[in-house]
């Protein structure tokens, strides 16, 4: 597949498509998280079980509004959540929050919940600008494989599937994926998995992890 840029993967993205495209770890086979069509398509070309949620990126803060409740920042999670992200972001930690119910489900957990972040890869930040709104951000390999942070690595079966493929930018740089965390609260983040952000720079930061 001839690699495409990020303006031509963004029109496919907005008509429907799927597209593989870096971020700061690894590639990921992304849509608009709020088309459920295509998100069903990803779930099939990963073989990944659909209670499985796919997680999500943004490109800037902006995004969020499309994301999260109405009044999330002024209740009661909203103190961590809004530290949290002056903090860490943009950066490889995604936070588990609540989110709109108008969001496809399979994007959220039982709970309707939503694992989210805001990537500092500018290539998979302008993706998110160009598309108009947050992208799935699932690992470009099916279920069970490693995942690729060159384009060789990629498993031919899933770039055959998908409808673009971005290579522009800066190459992923591989390593712990990013750290998932959801917010609980009072300054307490439930790790559900631990990864680029290290535990120890979430405790320095004042937070109480609980595990599991």
């Known amino acids: 597949m001839q690699a495409s840029s990020p303006a031509q993967a963004a029109m496919i993205v907005r008509g429907g498509g799927c597209v593989i495209y870096p971020t700061e770890t690894y590639f990921a086979l992304g849509a608009l998280a709020t088309d459920a069509a295509a998100l069903a398509r990803i779930v099939a070309i990963k073989a990944r079980p659909a209670a499985k949620p796919l997680p999500l ?26 530290a949290l992200a002056a903090r860490f972001w943009p950066g490889p930690l995604s936070l588990v929050v609540p989110c709109r119910e108008s969001l ?77 965390a959801g917010l609980l609260g009072r300054g307490r983040l439930q790790i559900f998995r631990q990864g680029a952000v290290a535990a120890a720079t979430l405790l320095e930061a004042g937070y109480q992890l609980i595990y599991g």
């Open 104 to 180: 496809p489900g399979l994007v959220k957990d039982g709970l309707g919940r939503v694992s989210v972040r805001f990537t500092p890869h500018e290539t998979a930040a302008a993706l998110c600008r160009l598309a108009g709104g947050a992208l799935v951000a699932t690992s470009a390999n099916v279920s069970g494989g490693a995942p690729a942070a060159v384009p060789d690595d990629l498993e031919p079966a899933v770039v055959d599937a998908a409808d673009a493929l971005v290579t522009q930018g800066p190459p992923p740089a591989g390593g712990p994926a990013s750290t998932v």
């Open 57 to 82: 990126l943004v490109g800037d803060m902006a995004q969020f509004a499309a994301v999260l409740p109405d009044g999330f920042v002024d209740g009661p999670l909203g103190r961590d959540f809004t």
